[in-house]
């Protein structure tokens, strides 16, 4: 069984920056790509980052030069680095496992992924 554990949302000022941090325990199988997703209030989710194992990634348009995904495997653990934030960033941020990353491209298309309780980002103009 997986778990994720997000950390580190909040509130900051447009421009700003936050570090999220989500630890995962348990094993994903055959999910292994963790990431990033966002659902900003009364729209679908969205994927924001996703990096494999061997540290390759994918970034939404929206968050490339902003954004930065990064992981720990030993320690099981996924960062994310949002920096020069915007008030359209504003949204729940969930930590996630799928199985590539066209999981985070395509979703909801790319199968079955586990997702964290998600940690609030909200950034004010």
């Known amino acids: 069984q997986v778990r994720l554990t997000e950390f580190g949302g909040g509130s900051v000022q447009a421009g700003g920056s936050l570090t999220l941090s989500c630890q995962m325990s348990g094993h994903g199988g055959r999910a292994n790509v963790m990431g990033w997703f966002l659902q900003a209030p009364g729209k679908g989710r969205q994927g924001v980052a996703g990096?494999?194992?061997?540290?390759?990634?994918w970034y939404h348009d929206s968050v490339l030069g902003r954004f930065t995904v990064t992981r720990d495997n030993e320690k099981k653990m996924v960062y994310l680095q949002m920096d020069n934030l915007k008030p359209e960033d504003t949204a729940m941020y969930h930590c996630?496992?799928?199985?590539?990353?066209?999981?985070?491209?395509?979703?909801?298309?790319?199968?079955?992924?586990?997702w964290g309780q998600g940690t609030q980002v909200t950034v004010t103009s």
């Open positions: 990096i494999e194992p061997n540290g390759r990634t």
């Open positions: 996630t496992v799928g199985p590539d990353l066209s999981y985070y491209s395509t979703y909801p298309r790319g199968g079955f992924g586990y």
